[in-house]
């Protein structure tokens, strides 16, 4: 018991040394308003949360930290639990949002009542939100561009889209439509969605593989490529170069390959623990502190120089991660 009061002691030292005070934020509550949890990457993003609002609760730098999230991937029930949020009378709610509009309405409720809302990866576009998001558009054209200088000579891709309707999956397939655009030598030959998720991946990739030509690429969102290369491998298909989604299975099985014939590729996320950047940001927006209504944080990048040191700190079945301290996040608000 001495050792936990001593651990929190210390937490809270770190954090006032950090420039964060929590005198003024020990009796407020923040809620986690989460759309899906259907994934390797969600639930890397939970366990991110978990991981450190567990601690400022305990070190009473904030009375609750609550997630909630939805059974399915539905405006109507999101906007629902965020209302049911108002009700329980948080002080801010943290949101991965259904639908970048869809929810304006309920998020604007919230403001009304004098909630703070923070929107995260899947972000909303009513002005009184605060968003944190990477340049999706960025991270889709990364991938073509990394295309571009492996195969000069261009070649067929296959998307791989994520869930339909999101802000992130439209904007990662904007940067990689209008990004093939500039290079004519490449053509999307096939689109599917593929959720995110390997097994949905793997199904909606088998099911198209029979109407394609051959294939010099995957271009993807993140936890569809190891489910893209088990449907090819089944087809007897060579197996092309497919983007990576920094999850452990598709890291593990680009090592395997690269260790077995020289496999290249790269993989490219939004690192899951944004959700703990969107809550030192609530915690310090309720403290009194300014913040931009819009941040941007890089995307993580694993090449072939460092997928192994990437990999060993991946855990099995999880996502290659970053996670913030109230400090990281006073550098991000900073622009630092």
């Known amino acids: 018991m001495l050792k936990k009061l001593l651990t929190v002691t210390v937490a809270a030292t770190a954090l006032l040394a950090a420039g964060t005070a929590f005198a003024d934020t020990k009796d407020k509550k923040i809620a986690l308003s989460n759309n899906y949890a259907g994934n390797s990457w969600r639930q890397a993003m939970l366990k991110s949360w978990d991981k450190v609002t567990k601690p400022?609760?305990?070190?009473?730098?904030?009375?609750?930290?609550?997630?909630?999230?939805?059974?399915?991937?539905?405006?109507?029930?999101?906007?629902?639990?965020?209302q049911n949020l108002i009700l329980q009378g948080y002080n801010a709610i943290v949101i991965n949002a259904a639908s970048p509009d869809a929810l304006n309405g309920v998020v604007k409720q919230a403001c009304d009542a004098g909630i703070v809302v923070v929107s995260f990866d899947g972000i909303v576009t009513e002005p009184c939100a605060w968003r944190i998001a990477v340049d999706f558009k960025a991270m889709g054209a990364s991938e073509v561009e990394y295309l571009a200088k492996r195969f000069p000579e261009g070649g067929n891709l296959l998307e791989i889209r994520g869930l339909a309707g999101v802000f992130v999956d439209d904007e990662i397939s904007k940067g990689i439509n209008e990004t093939v655009a500039k290079y004519p030598q490449f053509k999307v030959v096939g689109s599917v969605h593929g959720d995110w998720a390997q097994e949905v991946a793997q199904k909606a990739v088998a099911g198209i593989l029979p109407s394609l030509p051959e294939l010099k690429a995957v271009v993807t969102q993140g936890g569809d490529g190891y489910g893209a290369a088990q449907a090819i491998a089944a087809a007897g298909r060579p197996?092309?170069?497919?983007?990576?989604?920094?999850?452990?299975?598709?890291?593990?099985?680009?090592?395997?390959?690269?260790?077995?014939?020289?496999?290249?590729?790269?993989?490219?996320?939004?690192?899951?623990?944004?959700?703990?950047?969107?809550?030192?940001?609530?915690?310090?927006?309720?403290?009194?502190?300014?913040?931009?209504?819009d941040l941007t944080v890089p995307?993580?990048?694993?090449?072939?120089?460092?997928?192994?040191?990437?990999?060993?700190?991946?855990?099995?079945?999880?996502?290659?991660?970053?996670?913030?301290s109230a400090e990281d996040a006073a550098k991000v608000v900073a622009g630092k």
């Open 56 to 82: 400022a609760v305990e070190a009473g730098i904030v009375a609750a930290a609550d997630p909630f999230t939805t059974s399915e991937n539905q405006v109507t029930e999101q906007a629902s639990q965020i």
């Open 239 to 293: 197996v092309p170069t497919i983007i990576m989604g920094n999850r452990q299975d598709e890291l593990q099985w680009w090592k395997e390959q690269k260790d077995a014939n020289g496999y290249e590729t790269m993989s490219v996320s939004i690192a899951p623990g944004v959700s703990t950047l969107a809550f030192w940001v609530a915690q310090m927006i309720l403290d009194g502190k300014e913040v931009p209504k």
């Open 299 to 324: 995307f993580l990048r694993i090449d072939q120089d460092n997928l192994e040191a990437n990999l060993a700190g991946t855990e099995k079945g999880g996502v290659a991660n970053v996670e913030y």
